[in-house]
């Protein structure tokens, strides 16, 4: 069965950082595009940000470019993201998911095939 499972979540101050991993089980994540999204109360799903399969492509939403950054771990089969200088507007419950594209990434969620259950970020002083 193929999952994904996110890790890393956490409560912290603003301008502290957090180091989410996305983890698969059932198949090699560098064969797959995967997209970060995030979804606070109240607010809609949006796209934090995206890697390619071949890592070649990455890129960011405006709100994160900067301050997040994502890269892939082949040998371990995880997809890390990492964010500094966290605000409470990156308050949210955060997603990893998977879609098989090796060149490109998309920020549109209707374009992955495989989700997480998602780690909860709080950013609160």
């Known amino acids: 069965q193929l999952q994904l499972v996110e890790s890393g979540g956490g409560s912290v101050q603003p301008g502290g950082s957090l180091r989410l991993s996305c983890a698969a089980s059932?198949?090699?994540?560098?064969?797959?595009?995967i997209g970060w999204f995030r979804q606070a109360p109240g607010k809609e799903r949006e796209g934090v940000g995206c890697?390619?399969?071949?890592?070649?492509?990455?890129n960011y939403v405006n709100a994160v470019k900067g301050r997040f950054t994502l890269s892939r771990d082949n040998a371990k089969n995880t997809v890390v993201l990492q964010m500094n200088s966290l605000n409470s507007e990156d308050t949210g419950r955060y997603y990893c998911?998977?879609?098989?594209?090796?060149?490109?990434?998309?920020?549109?969620?209707?374009?992955?095939?495989?989700w997480g259950r998602g780690t909860q970020v709080t950013v609160s002083s």
């Open positions: 998911a998977a879609y098989g594209h090796y060149y490109h990434c998309s920020a549109h969620g209707y374009e992955y095939d495989y």
């Open positions: 890697i390619s399969s071949s890592g070649s492509s990455i």
């Open positions: 059932g198949f090699s994540l560098d064969n797959y595009a």
